[in-house]
């Protein structure tokens, strides 16, 4: 629910994203959706699996109609490990996938949903203790944020992420 509420509050403050020179200007928003849950009970631990989607939109603002759209996307996801006694700071997880459309008219908003990801937690039971040692009951991945890039005939044009800050960690690497 918090991952929800900050995603939408980032949405609601996103501006339309514009690179001056190309002439384009696309408006992007995204909002992270469950599309499916699993739990299993194993000796002394409670298991979740969910899958998520991003719902991403982008609306052409160019006033003028696009041809040959292609989205690219990075899905950032920062995995935990409760019997982690050292704290040790994870890699986070990365999903690419991309999006082409033929054509954006203007004014024209299209939504898609990403590829899923796997976020997992698990949690003690009563009663039981990691071998390790960790005091922490419970973990569970978090969806860190995304990454957008909009092509045009095959030259970049614009570029989202959510969060910001997602650049000074991170690195684009094209597949």
Known sequence: MKTSIRVLFAVIFSAASLCA???YSFAITNAARKIGAEKEAKKGV???KEEWVYDITIENKSFKDVQNVEIKYIIFEKPQNASDVAKTKHEMVR???EKTVPAI???EKITFATESIERASIQLKPGYVWKSGSGKRQSKDAMSGL???IYVDGQQVT???DPTK???DQKW???
């Open 21 to 23: 020179d190309s002439g």
């Open 46 to 48: 409670s298991l979740a």
């Open 95 to 97: 999903k690419q996938g």
């Open 105 to 107: 008219k203007n004014l």
């Open 147 to 149: 990454w957008i890039r």
């Open 159 to 161: 570029g989202f992420m």
């Open 166 to 168: 997602l650049s000074a």
């Open 173 to 175: 690497d094209d597949k």
